[in-house]
């Protein structure tokens, strides 16, 4: 257990709609970054969070936006969803963004566009 | 550009060892990174080299030469259980976290 949270473990919906992933850092991490995996792709960076404040931009759509609270838990709202955006949502989180500060990933969102 | 280069899928049996190369091309270098992902979980940090040389972790060791832009994993006695995808990634000036595409590894009996 990496000590990452990810809310719900799987969403299942339908093309045009919107839904909100949920993700709660391990204790005492400032850092929070989303991921997108595709079946059988490598792991894409979206978008990274740092104390409340976005930090930096990987491949992130249009569509797709984020934010970290002051608690340090972070949602990604993903909208006007297209069957392409069916893939598994990963958090990880670390206690800054330098050096050999490792990330730990959440279990994952499968989500899952009909 | 950035660029990491690992091959896409490799082949090893029970028991044997396997060296897993990582090449990278990156605007900066501040440490790399191997991370093992079984299909549908989460990754889970495995190794993390910033000087030149060999860190050992009892099964696995990771190698690093920054001169060459190359990093290697090794896994000794392999098992059943280590059949999975090893990510190589690298952190570049700006401390961004470059992966790689990740090397799927078959464990055959």
């Known amino acids: 257990d990496s000590g990452v949270t990810q809310t719900p473990k799987h969403l299942i919906t339908a093309t045009g709609q919107r839904v909100t992933l949920r993700c709660s850092p391990r204790?005492?991490?400032?850092?929070v970054y989303w991921y997108q995996q595709s079946l059988d792709q490598g792991l894409q960076f979206l978008i990274q969070?740092?104390?409340?404040?976005?930090?930096a931009k990987g491949n992130i759509l249009e569509r797709f936006s984020a934010q970290q609270f002051p608690d340090l838990h972070s949602e990604l709202n993903l909208s006007s969803l297209e069957l392409g955006d069916s893939a598994l949502y990963f958090c990880?989180?670390?206690?800054?963004?330098?050096?050999?500060?490792?990330?730990?990933f959440g279990p994952g969102t499968r989500l899952t566009v009909l | 550009g950035q660029n990491i280069d690992q091959p896409t899928e490799m082949t090893a049996t029970e028991g044997a060892i396997v060296q897993i190369n990582c090449t990278y091309q990156?605007?900066?270098?501040?440490?790399l990174f191997w991370y093992q992902q079984h299909a549908g979980e989460a990754p889970t940090f495995l190794s993390y080299?910033?000087l030149d040389g060999l860190e050992e972790k009892g099964r696995f060791s990771s190698f690093l030469s920054r001169s060459k832009g190359y990093s290697y994993l090794l896994l000794k006695e392999l098992q059943m259980k280590d059949s999975a995808s090893y990510l190589c990634?690298?952190?570049?000036?700006?401390?961004?976290?470059?992966w790689g595409a990740g090397t799927k590894l078959i464990i055959k009996p």
């Open positions: 990880a989180s670390s206690k800054s963004g330098g050096g050999n500060n490792e990330q730990f």
């Open positions: 204790s005492g991490d400032l850092s």
């Open positions: 969070y740092y104390n409340g404040e976005e930090r």
């Open positions: 990156t605007s900066g270098f501040n440490g």
């Open positions: 080299n910033v």
């Open positions: 990634a690298v952190k570049d000036s700006n401390y961004q976290l470059i």
